[in-house]
């Protein structure tokens, strides 16, 4: 067992996918296959729990469907009818998609979203605590099985980088 905050749980998972393709030498390929999808089986059970914490409610769903189709209705478009979108950072870095908003719709658009908001102040404010309350539960630490290898196993054609995000699966 090995102690890991939930968020390196995904972070792992991700990882593992990375290299679930590469090749070693015949005997160590097999070994490092089965080690790799022996955790990658037991890390998706683990990730599809921690993800199903996190799902929103179908009332907040609803809320997301309405606010996406008010965007789209409201911005501009391109040669195809396609809403013209931008790609932008959020406050925590991640990468966010922007609506590029018609300025004559601006203003009209700006009322819709803020009724929707109130029609759905609920869902949104209930959401809004739970993905604070996920924010914190990704810090904690558990312990979780992993399937170790051994480092004569693992392929020559990993990268360091590669190797750097699977050490915790190394046993020398």
């Known amino acids: 067992m090995e102690k890991m905050k939930n968020i390196e749980v995904f972070e792992l998972l991700s990882s593992l996918k990375e290299i679930e393709n590469l090749k070693g030498e015949s005997e160590s390929r097999i070994k490092f296959a089965y080690a790799i999808a022996k955790n990658i089986q037991k890390i998706e059970r683990e990730v599809k729990l921690l993800q199903k914490a996190n799902e929103p409610s179908e009332e907040f769903k609803e809320y997301q469907k309405e606010r996406q189709n008010l965007l789209s209705a409201n911005s501009e478009k391109d040669e195809k009818g396609n809403p013209i979108t931008e790609q932008v950072r959020g406050s925590n870095g991640e990468q966010l998609i922007s609506f590029k908003i018609e300025d004559e719709k601006r ?15 609920e869902a949104v404010d209930l959401t809004t605590e739970k993905n604070k309350e996920f924010e ?12 170790k290898i051994k480092l004569e196993y693992i392929p020559s054609d ?11 699966l190394i046993d020398d």
């Open 107 to 121: 203003e009209q658009h700006e009322k819709e979203i803020k009724k929707l908001e109130k029609k759905y102040k």
């Open 136 to 147: 914190k539960f990704l810090q904690e630490e558990r312990e979780i099985e992993i399937h």
């Open 158 to 168: 990993i990268t360091a980088k590669q190797m750097n995000k699977i050490l915790i």
